[in-house]
């Protein structure tokens, strides 16, 4: 399975953004999925997750702003970002965790999209 992050741009402070992750496979598979983002000097972390059951979880800094949901049907992950801000500013990569194998757990990772906010 691929993943094919796109959606990021450049937006002011205070805009929103709503960056899509599509794969070439269902999604069903994944028992989690997520966004990561990684600005410039910085490590990689974690912006949101979602299981798939629906379990959300949001980084300190975006919890109240962001929002990630998947489509199933559509094979596709989403990350609605608003109120952005110049912090918010790196490369975001999508992410899938599929643990149906007990003895090969598997990672996928998109290319990532960049998004820059300007104040």
């Known amino acids: 399975v691929q993943l094919q992050a796109s959606g990021g741009g450049l937006v002011q402070t205070g805009g929103s953004l709503r960056p899509s992750c599509a794969a070439s496979?269902?999604?069903?598979?994944?028992?989690?999925m997520g966004w990561y983002r990684q600005a410039p000097g910085k490590q990689r972390e974690l912006v949101a997750s979602i299981s798939s059951g629906g379990g959300t979880y949001y980084g300190d800094s975006v919890e109240g702003r962001f929002a990630i949901s998947r489509d199933n049907a559509k094979n596709t992950l989403y990350l609605q970002m608003n109120s952005l801000e110049s912090d918010d500013t790196a490369v975001y990569y999508c992410?899938?965790?599929?643990?149906?194998?007990?003895?090969?757990?598997?990672?996928?990772w998109g290319q990532g999209t960049k998004v820059t906010v300007s104040s």
């Open positions: 496979g269902s999604i069903i598979r994944f028992d989690r």
């Open positions: 992410h899938a965790f599929d643990g149906s194998d007990f003895y090969n757990p598997l990672d996928y």
